[in-house]
């Protein structure tokens, strides 16, 4: 009985072991990549060559005044008809002085990353218009509540290692509102790093008080900046945006680091040959670099380049194709080949519903930008219908997903334990199997992760526990998360000299 007891007691200690989070994490963040390669080092080389050409002879038109000068200033060269030419040795300057990596603040210290080498990791972005309604399983108008409970409810997923807004509160419809709205959201209901875009330049001055009050105090934010700017200085092709520029000059002033996302689309705004995009891509996140360097060698940027496929026949985005998972790989390797931190999409499905098609398109494109060493891999959480949409239900999904990419990143440690020769022997001449043994125990917490929504019951007992589908289990959680995590992560005070201070509508 005594034994029976100790058997009972051993496996319960067990069992409750494996419910808590796992003293070793099997599958965490910032697992290294790039055993993907799809360029040749002569492709690389091939590739970036063009990219100078392009930036030599062709150059960047609608260059804004200030920004001109500041680039005539640092060695470009104007033309005479209206394009800023950049020479291969101020394009070289640019990269060596670039900054190779930096952290990425969460308010929360122990949420930081580091940004750059060959750690990757799964965050956020986009701007859906439409939100997967969990009760009537269509599409409406995102709102700012959406946006609110999207972000708390990201703060207890683990693979989401910062947090753009992923949609627009189209209920807002002023923009400097929209955009302050945001940022409060954000900063309400995550310490992750986060990240936003602002319309105009003139905004960014008083968000930034808004991110001081959270710091804080006046001036506490740019000391420690837990908030990255989306911003989009590139319009394909080879062109600057001035509203872009604007915001940049802003953002580097307020010690706000940047994300500068070349967004062109195959075919439309780029070459449709995949070398032919990922040529003058790179030329045009180039220049994004080129304008960071006139006005701050140096200052923070993620070199976001991010290929963007159409569906020829239609000129529908597609987002889930096998070409953008090749094409956002390639991106990845480039950046990284040039020592940039890279920045690139994917998971960004054309699936509308929780399906099939959803989980095929997810899979294949992130994982390939994963093993290709994206460092930071934006798109990857939530979103659905080529970018229209945005799920709850797919944010605990891909969640999971990201789990078993790290772990495939995490590849195979072999040690003389992990060999086994000892526990093949002992199976062989005793029981004849590895169960319950030692060995297997210890492998069973290190080596393997176990999902909670993938289910992988035998069909009778998937039947008798009501024979529900992915989406209904993601669903489920989703309502358990939404019912018991509720941060305010503002003290009463903050949270009062904020709405003191602005229009906040929620």
């Known amino acids: ?3 029976q007891r100790s058997k009972r007691g051993g496996r319960e200690g067990r069992l409750a072991q494996r419910a808590a989070k796992p003293a070793f994490d099997p599958c965490p963040p910032g697992q290294i990549g790039g055993m993907y390669k799809p360029l040749s080092e002569a492709d690389l080389r091939r590739i970036y060559d063009t990219a100078l050409d392009l930036l030599e002879k062709l150059g960047i038109g609608e260059v804004p005044d200030r920004l001109r000068n500041d680039l005539l200033a640092v060695g470009a060269v104007d033309n005479g008809m209206g394009r800023v030419l950049f020479p291969p040795e101020l394009v070289e300057e640019a990269i060596d002085q670039a900054s190779k990596t930096f952290t990425l603040h969460g308010r929360d210290p122990k949420r930081s990353i580091e940004v750059g080498g060959n750690k990757v990791y799964f965050g956020t972005g986009g701007a859906a218009v439409q939100t997967l309604d969990m009760e009537s399983a269509l599409y409406r108008p995102s709102t700012l509540k959406d946006l609110h409970d999207f972000t708390r409810l ?7 290692s910062w947090f753009t807004r992923c949609c627009v509160a189209t209920d807002v419809p002023d923009n400097y509102d929209l955009d302050v709205n945001t ?4 900063i309400k209901n995550t310490t992750k790093p986060t990240a936003t875009s602002f319309t105009l330049a003139d905004y960014v001055a008083p968000i930034v008080e808004m991110l001081d009050i959270a710091a804080g105090g006046p001036g506490e934010f740019a000391k420690r900046p837990f908030m990255k700017a989306h911003i989009s200085p590139m319009i394909s092709p080879m062109r600057y945006g001035e509203d872009a520029v604007d915001v940049t000059y802003e953002c580097i002033n307020h010690n706000i680091p940047i994300s ?6 195959a075919g439309a705004t780029a070459p449709a040959t995949l070398a032919g995009f990922l040529a003058q891509s790179l030329a045009e996140t180039l220049a994004a670099l080129l304008m960071v360097h006139a006005i701050q060698p140096g200052f923070p940027m993620v070199f976001s380049n991010w290929p963007l496929v159409i569906d020829l026949r239609t000129g529908a985005f597609s987002g889930g194709s096998g070409e953008t998972a090749v094409l956002n790989a390639a991106s990845a390797q480039l950046s990284n080949w040039l020592g940039l931190p890279s920045g690139v999409a994917c998971s960004m499905t054309d699936a509308k519903a929780i399906d099939a098609q ?10 390939a930008a994963a093993l290709a060493g994206g460092n930071l891999i934006y798109e990857s959480s939530g979103m659905t219908a080529s970018l229209l949409g945005a799920s709850f239900e797919a944010f605990v999904l891909d ?3 990201h789990s078993n990419t790290y772990r495939a990143l995490r590849g195979v440690e072999v040690t003389d334990e992990n060999l086994g020769f000892d526990a093949i022997c002992d199976a062989v001449l005793g029981d004849g199997h590895f169960l319950g043994g030692q060995h297997t125990h210890a492998a069973m917490e290190r080596d393997y992760f176990y999902p909670t929504l993938a289910d992988r019951a035998e069909p009778r007992a998937w039947a008798e526990n009501g024979a529900q589908d992915a989406w209904g289990r ?3 959680r989703v309502d358990e998360i939404l019912r018991d995590h509720n941060p305010s992560y503002l003290t009463p005070e903050q949270e009062e000299a904020i709405r003191s201070r602005f229009n906040i509508l929620i």
């Open 1 to 3: 009985m005594a034994g």
């Open 154 to 160: 990201q703060d207890t997923l683990a693979n989401i």
């Open 183 to 186: 940022v409060f959201a954000l």
């Open 260 to 265: 500068c996302i070349t967004a062109a689309q």
């Open 358 to 367: 959803y989980g095929m398109e997810k899979g294949i494109t992130s994982m």
């Open 399 to 401: 969640d999971e997903m």
């Open 474 to 476: 993601a669903r489920t």
